[in-house]
C-alpha cells in the first residue's frame, strides 16, 4: 500500500475518526481545527468525545509519529497529497445545509495546495457541493472528490475500520481511485461513480433509516391498539433479508447530529428540483408526532387519565444523550421529550451515564446518582437505551420514588422483573 500524506480540516467525530483510524492504516496524517485549546489537548493524546477506541488510536497515532494536529487549515496542507474536508455543515435556514464552514475551508486553502493534490469533501454535503467547491476553487490542478462517511456515534472507529461500503464519487477517475486506495486495506466493497451520485447516497441512505424508524414507530402504536406485542412482530418481519433486524427498534423518536439535519436538506433539495417528496415528509411528521405521544404515555401512567394535568409532578428521567453510547446531545430525542414534559409543568430530574450531575441542561437537573435521581419522583421515564438501566436495584428504586410508575420509552426493561419489583410498567407497542 502507498502511503499518502493527508491532511484532515476538522476534528469533531468525522475529522478526529477519519485523521485517527487513517493514521492506523499507515499514512501520515495532520489534523486542523481552528480551535487553539482543542489543539493543544488532542497533541497530548486528551480526547474528549466519547467515543470507544478513538481515544487508544490518537494516542498510538502520536507515539508513532503518523498522526499530528495543528492550529488551522492552513497550516496543514502545505505538502499534502489529499485534503479531507470534515467540516460542521450544520443545517442552515428552511433545512439546507449550511456550507460556510467548507467555503471558508477552500478560500483559506486555495493558493496553498500543492499541485495534483486532491480534495475530498467527507461532511454530509447537498448534492452539487463537488461541482460548487471545484468553482470555488478555480485551481484545474486540484481534483474534487465526494468521499461521504457512514460512521455511527458510539460506533465510528469500528464503522470505519469495518466499512459496509466505500463509496467515491468523482469525474475524474484517476483522482477517484486515489481515494479509494487509501481504504486498500480494509477490503470493504467499493462504489466508484460520479460526485452527484455520491453525495446523493449519503442522504438517501440516512432518510431511508429515518423512514424505517418512523415506520416502526407507527406499526407500535398500532400494535398497542389491536393489541398485538412490537417485539415479537420486529422479530418476526426482521428474519426477512429483504428488511433485516436493524433498525426496528420503537423509541421516542429519531435525532442526533445527522438524522434531522439530512431530512430536512433532502426535502429541500426535493423542493429545489420541484419534486414534492411526501414520504419523506411524513416521515418527519410522524417523527415529531411521536415525541408528543410519549408525553401523552407519561400523562396516562401518571395521572390515569388521557390528557392529565402534569402540573408540579415530578419526573425521573433516565438517560438524556441522544444514543447509548455517546454523550452527544444534539437533537436528542429524551432532550425533546423533556422539554414538552417541562412545558406540561412537569418538574424534571435526570441521570445518564455519560453526563456528570450539574450538567447544565436547563429544564433537567442533572444528577450523578440513579437513586438519588428516583428519590420522591411520581416516575421513571426512560429516554434513552442505555443497557446499564437493565442492571439497576429495581427494588430499592420502588423504595425510593414516590410512585412506582415506570414509562418504558425504549424497550429495554423486561416487564416482568420491573413488576415483581412493585413498578407498573408502561412500554411500546406491548398491551
Same mark, same amino acid.
Given at each position: ?14 475529522? /478526529? ?9 499507515? =499514512? ?8 487553539? !485549546? ?14 470507544? !477506541? ?13 498522526? *499530528?494536529?495543528?492550529?488551522?487549515? *492552513? ?5 499534502? @497529497? ?7 455543515? %450544520? ?16 478560500? @483559506?486553502?486555495?493558493?496553498? /495546495? %500543492? ?32 468521499? %461521504? @462517511? ?7 472507529? =469500528?464503522?470505519? +475500520? ?7 464519487? $468523482?469525474?475524474?477517475?484517476?483522482a477517484a481511485e486515489r481515494v479509494a486506495a487509501l481504504y486498500a486495506r480494509l477490503g470493504a466493497p467499493t462504489v466508484l461513480t460520479d460526485a452527484a451520485s ?13 423512514? #424505517? /424508524? *418512523? ?7 398500532? $400494535? ?25 427498534? &420503537? ?9 434531522? #439535519?439530512?431530512? =430536512? ?14 414520504? +419523506? ?24 387519565? !388521557?390528557?392529565?394535568?402534569?402540573? =408540579? ?19 436528542? %430525542? ?7 414534559? #417541562? ?31 428516583? #428519590? ?10 442505555? &443497557? ?31 413488576? !415483581? ?11
Amino acid at each position: 500500500m502507498f502511503v499518502r500524506r493527508i491532511a484532515v480540516v476538522g476534528t469533531g467525530y468525522v475529522g /478526529l475518526t477519519t485523521g485517527a483510524c487513517l493514521a492506523s492504516l499507515g =499514512h501520515r496524517v495532520v489534523c486542523a481545527d481552528v480551535d487553539e !485549546r482543542k489543539i493543544e489537548r488532542l497533541s497530548r493524546g486528551e480526547v474528549d468525545i466519547l467515543e470507544p !477506541r478513538l481515544a487508544e488510536l490518537v494516542a498510538e497515532g502520536l507515539a508513532s509519529g503518523r498522526l *499530528s494536529f495543528v492550529l488551522g487549515a *492552513s497550516a496543514a496542507v502545505a505538502d499534502a @497529497e489529499v485534503v479531507f474536508l470534515c467540516v460542521p455543515t %450544520p443545517m442552515g435556514v428552511g433545512g439546507i445545509a449550511d456550507l460556510a464552514a467548507v467555503e471558508s475551508v477552500v478560500d @483559506e486553502t486555495r493558493d496553498l /495546495l %500543492p499541485s495534483g493534490c486532491v480534495i475530498v469533501n467527507k461532511s454530509t454535503v447537498p448534492v452539487g457541493t463537488a461541482v460548487r467547491t471545484a468553482e470555488l476553487l478555480r485551481r484545474d490542478d486540484v481534483a474534487v472528490v465526494s468521499n %461521504p @462517511e457512514f460512521l455511527r456515534e458510539g460506533s465510528a472507529v =469500528h464503522d470505519f +475500520l469495518n466499512p459496509d461500503r466505500i463509496v467515491v464519487g $468523482c469525474d475524474q477517475q484517476d483522482a477517484a481511485e486515489r481515494v479509494a486506495a487509501l481504504y486498500a486495506r480494509l477490503g470493504a466493497p467499493t462504489v466508484l461513480t460520479d460526485a452527484a451520485s455520491a453525495e446523493m447516497v449519503k442522504y438517501a441512505a440516512n432518510c431511508f433509516l429515518a423512514m #424505517k /424508524l *418512523s415506520y416502526v414507530n407507527a406499526v407500535a402504536e398500532l $400494535c398497542e391498539r389491536l393489541g398485538a406485542n412490537i417485539t415479537d412482530v420486529t422479530e418476526g418481519m426482521g428474519y426477512d433479508k429483504r428488511i433485516g433486524q436493524a433498525f426496528l427498534n &420503537p423509541g421516542p423518536g429519531w435525532g442526533g447530529s445527522c438524522l434531522p #439535519k439530512d431530512t =430536512h436538506a433532502m426535502l429541500q433539495v426535493a423542493d429545489a428540483a420541484d419534486f414534492e417528496f411526501r414520504l +419523506l415528509r411524513a416521515t418527519i411528521d410522524t417523527n415529531e408526532r411521536q415525541r408528543q405521544r410519549m408525553v401523552e404515555k407519561v400523562r396516562l401512567a401518571v395521572t390515569g387519565k !388521557r390528557g392529565g394535568s402534569l402540573s =408540579h409532578v415530578r419526573l425521573g428521567l433516565l438517560g438524556l444523550t441522544f444514543k447509548a453510547g455517546t454523550d452527544d446531545l444534539r437533537d436528542s %430525542p429524551s432532550l425533546a421529550v423533556a422539554a414538552m414534559l #417541562k412545558q406540561a409543568g412537569a418538574e424534571l430530574v435526570g441521570y445518564d451515564p455519560a453526563l456528570s450531575g450539574g450538567t447544565d441542561l436547563g429544564s433537567v437537573s442533572v444528577v450523578d446518582d440513579p437513586y438519588q435521581m428516583a #428519590k420522591d419522583v411520581d416516575a421513571l421515564i426512560v429516554l434513552t437505551e442505555w &443497557p446499564d438501566f437493565r442492571s439497576l436495584d429495581w427494588p430499592r428504586l420502588a423504595e425510593t420514588v414516590r410512585q412506582p410508575v415506570v414509562v418504558d420509552t425504549r424497550n429495554i426493561l423486561d416487564p416482568d422483573v420491573i413488576r !415483581r419489583a412493585g413498578f407498573t410498567c408502561t412500554s411500546l407497542g406491548r398491551r
